[in-house]
Structures are given as structure tokens and as C-alpha cells.
């Protein structure tokens, strides 16, 4: 499953962004100090994930030709990535997905994996807008848990590649998720102002499943003009 879940990221991402995936089932790798504080207070399962992912962030970095370096979390959760790198991370029971970039090149990634279970329709009033509803309506009703899923992966990606430069925990009702899934992409767009993303902006995405997963992935490239249209 780690050798898939690498391939698909590959073909999912752009050449210049590495990538590296590691199971947070295996012995846990020891985490460096700066990121030890982080662990305090966390279950084993999660201190697992925790140094699975950091594992994987170092990987990607020497994939990348950087050094490796220690990834602490930040006041608000989100890892605080070495001077001149953009990155994300991701992960499932089985699998941690760290991805990585020189901020030269991007401004910032985002990236999402699921288990692809159907997501459960009590929690779609929370997480699709009324114009995701309707398209999930036109939709065959048994692909429609497994399609809401998506939405909500892609709602994930697209909030993880825009928090770095807008500093703004949104609300799901703060994008518009416009898949499509025969294409393997969606467009990510902006329902109100948030930081520099006004409302209509648009974030392009990749997605793919299989295997009992599925993944989702939203670059901004350095260049501005490229992260959005309007």
C-alpha cells in the first residue's frame, strides 16, 4: 500500500515537489527534540502518526536536496516548516504522506488522505454548501457517500494550501468544491475573502482512489497569477 499511495502522489503532484510516505504502524522513529513537546499528552496511536509523519517530512526534504531538519507544531497545530521549504502532511491509520517545496517555487501545498469509506449523509449538512448538495444530487445515489467524502478530502487540501497565506481557519461553507472525478481534478473556490483570496478565486486540485483511500492535492505556485483566476 506505502509503494501505491507513493506512485499516486507522484502522478498527482508537480515534478519539482517531493514527496515521502511512511507507516505509522512500524516501529516509531524517534522524533528530535524541538518536536518532542508536541507529543506530551498525545495516545500512542497518535504519538505514532505524530513521529511517522516527521519521519516522513525528513525524507521528502532529502528527496528534495534540503537538509532534514526538525518540524515542530506551531501555537496553532500546524508544523512549522525549515526557512525557504512550503510543505504539507497527511495521514491515515496506515499511512503518513508528507510533501515538500521549495518556497521559491510555491507558496504553499496542501495535501489530504482518506480512508474512502462513504462519508456518513448526517454530516453532509455540516460540510457541503446548498450548490454541493445539488450536484451530489445529479449523482448515481450509490456513488453519493463516497463522493461527499471526496468533497470534504478536497475541502481539506485546498484549506491546508490557503492557511499559510491567509493565517484563516475557515469554515467548510468557505469554499465551493466543483469536482471532477472522470478528469481527476476540482476546482477549490472561494465563497467570501479570506487574506489575499477574494471571493471567486479559484485553487486548482488533483484527486485519485483505490485501494481503500483516496487523496487530494492543491499546489499554489509561487507565481500569484497562477494560484487563482478571477
Same mark, same amino acid.
Given at each position: 500500500m506505502i509503494a501505491g499511495l507513493a506512485r499516486v502522489a507522484r502522478a498527482l503532484l508537480p515534478g519539482d515537489v517531493a514527496l515521502a510516505v511512511v507507516d505509522p504502524r512500524t516501529a516509531p522513529p %524517534?522524533?528530535?527534540?524541538?518536536? /518532542?513537546?508536541?507529543? $506530551?499528552?498525545?495516545? &500512542?496511536a497518535r504519538q505514532r502518526e505524530f513521529a511517522a509523519g516527521r519521519a516522513a517530512i525528513r525524507t521528502a526534504l532529502r528527496v528534495l536536496g534540503a537538509p532534514p531538519a526538525a518540524v515542530p507544531m506551531g501555537?496553532?497545530?500546524?508544523?512549522?516548516?525549515?526557512?525557504?521549504?512550503?510543505?504539507? %502532511?497527511?495521514?491515515?491509520?496506515? /499511512?503518513?504522506?508528507? $510533501?515538500?517545496?521549495? &518556497?521559491?517555487?510555491?507558496?504553499?501545498?496542501?495535501?489530504?488522505l482518506e480512508e474512502g469509506a462513504a462519508l456518513p449523509e448526517d454530516l453532509w449538512d455540516a460540510i457541503l454548501i446548498p450548490a454541493e448538495r445539488d450536484w451530489l444530487a445529479t449523482q448515481p445515489a450509490p456513488d453519493r457517500g463516497g463522493l461527499a467524502r471526496l468533497i470534504f478530502? /478536497?475541502?481539506?487540501?485546498?484549506?491546508?494550501?490557503?492557511?499559510?497565506?491567509?493565517?484563516?481557519?475557515?469554515?467548510?461553507?468557505a469554499m465551493q468544491i466543483v469536482p471532477d472525478p472522470a478528469a481527476g481534478r476540482f476546482d477549490?473556490?472561494?465563497?467570501?475573502?479570506a487574506g489575499p483570496f477574494r471571493a471567486g478565486d479559484r485553487l486548482d486540485g488533483q484527486l485519485a482512489c483505490g485501494g481503500g483511500w483516496l487523496m487530494t492535492v492543491v499546489a499554489i505556485p509561487a507565481v500569484r497569477s497562477g494560484a487563482s483566476s478571477r
Amino acid at each position: 500500500m506505502i509503494a501505491g499511495l507513493a506512485r499516486v502522489a507522484r502522478a498527482l503532484l508537480p515534478g519539482d515537489v517531493a514527496l515521502a510516505v511512511v507507516d505509522p504502524r512500524t516501529a516509531p522513529p %524517534l522524533v528530535w527534540p524541538e518536536e /518532542a513537546p508536541a507529543m $506530551v499528552g498525545m495516545v &500512542a496511536a497518535r504519538q505514532r502518526e505524530f513521529a511517522a509523519g516527521r519521519a516522513a517530512i525528513r525524507t521528502a526534504l532529502r528527496v528534495l536536496g534540503a537538509p532534514p531538519a526538525a518540524v515542530p507544531m506551531g501555537p496553532d497545530r500546524a508544523p512549522l516548516w525549515p526557512e525557504g521549504i512550503v510543505g504539507s %502532511l497527511s495521514h491515515i491509520p496506515s /499511512a503518513c504522506l508528507a $510533501v515538500v517545496a521549495h &518556497a521559491a517555487r510555491f507558496q504553499s501545498l496542501g495535501v489530504d488522505l482518506e480512508e474512502g469509506a462513504a462519508l456518513p449523509e448526517d454530516l453532509w449538512d455540516a460540510i457541503l454548501i446548498p450548490a454541493e448538495r445539488d450536484w451530489l444530487a445529479t449523482q448515481p445515489a450509490p456513488d453519493r457517500g463516497g463522493l461527499a467524502r471526496l468533497i470534504f478530502s /478536497a475541502k481539506e487540501a485546498a484549506y491546508k494550501a490557503q492557511y499559510p497565506l491567509s493565517r484563516q481557519v475557515l469554515e467548510f461553507s468557505a469554499m465551493q468544491i466543483v469536482p471532477d472525478p472522470a478528469a481527476g481534478r476540482f476546482d477549490a473556490c472561494f465563497t467570501g475573502s479570506a487574506g489575499p483570496f477574494r471571493a471567486g478565486d479559484r485553487l486548482d486540485g488533483q484527486l485519485a482512489c483505490g485501494g481503500g483511500w483516496l487523496m487530494t492535492v492543491v499546489a499554489i505556485p509561487a507565481v500569484r497569477s497562477g494560484a487563482s483566476s478571477r
